[in-house]
């Protein structure tokens, strides 16, 4: 049994004015690659960071974290990349 013609569908279209823009979240720099929890994190603090202009309360606040939260978890990744340094 044949199909019936198919019906113009103008009425669908949109055009990229019409598209509602998101924000682009942190998550958004973690598209197609492959990392542990730990790199995801790790990006997704430092991205944080760079969008808040390096200000630390604001990225925290951000990330849902305590300051010291933060703080540690910044101090941690500095002493992880001076250990592989050194090694």
Known sequence: EALPPAQ???HLSTTTDQVPQ???GP????RGQEM?????????I????R?????RTKTAQK??????????????FRE???????S
């Open 22 to 24: 998101r924000e682009v």
């Open 8 to 10: 113009p569908m103008d």
């Open 63 to 76: 990330l849902g974290i305590s300051l010291r939260t933060l703080r540690n978890k910044l101090k941690l």
């Open 80 to 86: 992880e990349e001076e250990e592989r340094l050194q």
């Open 27 to 30: 998550l958004d720099i973690l």
């Open 51 to 55: 969008r808040c202009d390096g200000n």
């Open 36 to 44: 542990t929890l730990e790199e995801v994190e790790k990006r997704v």
């Open 46 to 49: 430092y991205e944080t960071l």
